[in-house]
């Protein structure tokens, strides 16, 4: 059980990367869900967005921008996974 | 056929429906507490989506939503921005509390914290906790239920009928069936919540105004601000940006926190699974859009409702709809109450005999007697909540803040338990303790808090502080024992 716990040198950056970019997204959602980049950016009536104000639409932006960041990153960790010997049964991202 | 009669029909269609689904798969699991409480640890994906999806969605939405959205515009919003992030902490602590779960045998919750922390009394502090904050939760769903059956007859049920009618339904699969009751009958209610709520609330704004558009133009003519965040206050009073940014914030942490919802890690097939039901969440929460829709659409309607929870049956009963269409809004809103209060009356009982009983005392019960007494407990706790409900049925959503207050300072804990080494017993629980006394007391004295921020914001600040600082200055009970815990937490099933 334990050598699944090891990634190669090669994996991990790119792991290390995903991990990275996808903390990077929780943060700026954040910030853009609440004050401050929600009041400064988000908060207006118009445009319209599909009879939507915008101040509704940029927080329906950001639960599908989420849906993206979410199955980026599990794809991301995947791969990774599917690339260790041994680990590839199962996966649905064979390389 | 008069209308009360076609929309109890529609009810009634939809109820058998749920008896449907919840008894049939009673045969599928062990004759065990695992079995009743985990469904032996092997639901898949399809499962794991709606009993997550529709568990968390509840009469508040269905009621509550459009409340707010009528009364206090764009500070409604919060309710959709919490959800984004909302379910991601599960993502890393999910599948570590399967690990531990499926190689300690947990079911619960705070089974897991007991047990990392080698102090069974955590267990029942915990206990007590979650039935404190279930209660409510479960009035408030019974409540919804109630007015839900007394517009669909027009008055004809009060609701003391109402709820024993629809809670009994309730009653019937969750006995037979455990969790895959719950789950089974969460598949079709979800599917239920998500087709009437897209359903109406693209209807009635076209209805009203003409289409979703014209809708908002027409609120943004009369009162520009109503669409701006932070919007407004119970009172009509402009919110301020600290307290709608705090909401949002306490509410992301809360939520994973929820025992009921927390302890399905412990029934999912895989870790796959389990992450497949945090990535796919984002489509369930989508479906609030037009909940608030249909809050919007009522915006201006006269003659006006009396009371904000009373927007969405005042809006269906003054526009002499078709009956078959208000009896479809009921059972959309009844599978809401159902899909949560299930779950709720489940895991609470679950809790009660697991952590109250079995582990906070260290007893011995066999599989078979134990599910017998959750059973039992299960049964208990709907009747008790419905005798609650007819008496002291207080506002809807006065109950919600009140639930969520010391569930959300359970959040430290669970992350201490599963990734801090260092973490011990005597800090977990100070830290807890400190936690709920600050949250709950500047609850009940707003004006004590130096900025305006969320009461649970102070409360989480102070329980993380005491939570760090008691445990550097503890010793753990057991070293070896939290080292092995936090090994097979981090070992990962390859899926």
């Not at chain 2, 500070?75 to 300690?104: N, T």
């Amino acid at each position: 059980m334990a050598e699944r716990r090891d990634a190669s040198p090669l994996e991990r950056p790119r792991q290390r990367l995903a991990h990275l970019l996808f903390a990077g997204f929780c943060l700026t959602a954040l910030a853009g869900l609440i004050w401050p980049a929600y009041a400064w950016l988000g908060n207006r009536v118009k445009p319209y967005i599909l009879g939507l104000p915008f101040s509704m639409a940029w927080i329906v932006g950001w639960i599908l921008a989420s849906f993206v960041a979410l199955v980026l990153y599990e794809r991301a960790l995947r791969r990774d996974l599917a690339l260790r010997p041994g680990l590839a049964r199962g996966s649905s991202h064979p390389k | 056929m008069n209308n009360q009669t076609v929309a109890l029909l529609v009810i009634a269609v939809y109820l058998a429906a749920c008896l449907w689904a919840g008894l049939r798969p009673s045969k599928d699991q062990s004759d065990s507490a695992t079995g009743f409480i985990a469904g032996d640890r092997a639901l898949g994906p399809l499962l794991m989506y709606f009993i997550t999806g529709a568990t968390i969605f509840s009469a508040f939405t269905f009621l509550g939503m459009p409340g707010w959205a009528w009364s206090r515009g764009a500070s409604s919003f919060y309710i959709l921005s919490y959800g984004v992030l909302g379910f991601v902490p599960f993502l890393f602590l999910g599948p570590r509390a399967a690990r531990v779960g499926k190689h300690y045998g947990f079911v619960t919750q705070a089974e897991m914290i007991a047990r990392r922390f080698s102090a069974p009394y955590l267990a029942l502090i915990l206990a007590l906790i979650t039935l404190i904050a279930f209660v409510p939760y479960i009035v408030l769903q019974m409540r919804g239920a109630g007015v839900l059956m007394r517009l669909a007859s027009g008055g004809a049920l009060n609701d003391a009928q109402g709820i024993a009618i629809v809670y009994g339904v309730v009653a019937v699969y969750v006995l037979k069936s455990g969790v895959l009751g719950v789950g089974w009958t969460n598949v079709l209610q979800g599917v239920f919540m998500l087709v009437l709520a897209w359903g109406l609330g693209l209807y009635l704004p076209s209805l009203l105004h003409g289409g979703i558009g014209p809708m908002f133009e027409k609120i943004a003519a009369a009162d520009p601000d109503f669409l701006l965040a932070p919007g407004r206050t119970k009172s009509g009073t402009p919110w301020n940006w600290a307290e709608y940014s705090s909401f949002v914030l306490v509410s992301m942490i809360g939520f994973t926190c929820w025992p009921h919802l927390f302890m399905k890690a412990f029934s999912a097939r895989d870790e796959r699974t389990l992450r497949k039901s945090v990535i796919l969440y984002p489509s369930f929460l989508l479906f609030q859009v037009p909940i608030l829709l249909l809050g919007f659409a009522a915006v201006g309607f006269q003659p006006a409702p009396r009371d904000e929870q009373d927007v969405l049956p005042h809006l269906l009963l003054s526009l002499d709809l078709p009956a078959i269409v208000v009896g479809l809004f009921c059972a959309g809103g009844l599978a809401a109450s159902m899909s949560t209060g299930d779950a709720l009356a489940h895991g609470g009982a679950s809790i009660a005999i697991r952590d109250g009983w079995v582990t906070a005392f260290g007893k011995k019960l066999s599989p078979h007697r134990e599910r017998t007494l959750v059973r039992w407990m299960v049964a208990l706790l709907l009747v008790g909540c419905w005798l609650a409900t007819i008496r002291y049925g207080t506002r809807i959503v006065d109950l919600l803040v009140f639930a969520y207050g010391p569930i959300t300072q359970i959040g430290p804990v669970l992350v201490a338990a599963l990734l801090w080494r260092r973490a011990t017993a005597k800090g977990a629980c100070a830290g807890l303790i400190c936690g709920i006394v600050i949250s709950l007391w500047l609850t009940i004295a707003p004006e004590l808090r130096p900025w305006p921020l969320h009461a649970g914001l102070y409360g989480l600040t102070a329980n993380v502080l005491v939570l760090v600082l008691v445990s550097l200055a503890t010793q753990s009970r057991n070293p070896k024992a939290d080292e092995e815990f936090l090994a097979i937490a981090a070992r990962s099933d390859g899926t």
